[in-house]
């Protein structure tokens, strides 16, 4: 074997979907963690955009394709913590995943721009309290200083590394022997061109 490893090795392909009311920050998550870059004056955003890195989960490379859109696998639920109605909005969104989907899926909830100190609408207790009887990750972020976006990313595709892991598990397979280079879908089994159908925010 090889001792080395080529710039697309790698063991697992995850696909996570950021949600969110616009101007809550998700392009921003996303260019923060995939580029370390950030834009003051970002455009929203029109269609689909993807962007995508590795990460080493244990002795693992898991690499993610970082959905910026809404769609099927909804796994980083992104509000603003200055604007409450964001808040409210993924309460909402969250509420009617859990009905439709399985337990199974992953999900990050994000408080985003937690660096406007000054302007903030949604305390961290109500936000991890509504987490924690809804049993979702959460965590505050600021894309602009760079607070806990490498943090929320890697949380959400280390868990969703062990769910699939305890999936292969429970099938009897060996987790490492999952064929390399499928997307793996976490609580959907609907694939990319079905998340270009749907488009934003159809539930
Ligand atoms: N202060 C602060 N501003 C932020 C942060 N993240 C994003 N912004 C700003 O918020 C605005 C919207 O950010 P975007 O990343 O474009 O928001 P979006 O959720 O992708 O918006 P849509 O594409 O319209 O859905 C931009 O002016 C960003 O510069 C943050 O962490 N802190
Ligand atoms: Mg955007």
Redesign the pocket.
């Known amino acids: 074997m090889a001792a080395y490893r080529a710039d697309d090795d790698y063991d697992y392909l995850f696909k996570v979907v950021?949600i969110?009311?616009?101007?809550?920050?998700?392009?921003?998550?996303?260019?923060?963690f995939t580029r370390n870059e950030?834009?003051?004056?970002?455009?929203?955003?029109?269609g689909v955009e993807f962007a995508t890195r590795s990460i080493h989960v244990d002795d693992k490379i898991v690499k993610a394709q970082i959905w910026?859109t809404a769609g099927q696998e909804r796994s980083v639920a992104?509000y603003?913590v200055?604007r409450h109605v964001t808040f409210e909005n993924v309460e909402r969104w969250l509420k009617e995943l859990r009905d439709h989907t399985d337990s199974n899926i992953v999900i990050m909830f994000v408080g985003?721009?937690?660096?406007?100190r000054h302007l903030r609408a949604v305390s961290t207790e109500d936000a991890k309290a509504f987490a924690e009887r809804e049993n979702t990750f959460f965590m505050e972020?600021?894309?602009?200083?760079s607070?806990n976006v490498e943090n929320a990313f890697t949380e959400v595709l280390s868990q969703i590394y062990r769910v699939v892991s305890r999936k292969a598990l429970d099938l009897g397979d060996d987790p490492t022997a999952l064929p390399k280079g499928q997307t793996i879908n976490v609580g959907s089994k609907d694939d990319v061109s079905a998340v270009k159908k749907v488009g934003?925010c159809s539930t």
């Open positions: 950021l969110g009311d616009s101007g809550v920050g998700k392009s921003n998550l996303l260019s923060r950030f834009s003051l004056e970002s455009k929203s955003t029109i910026d992104c603003d200055t985003n721009k937690a660096d406007l972020t600021s894309a602009l200083e607070l934003c």
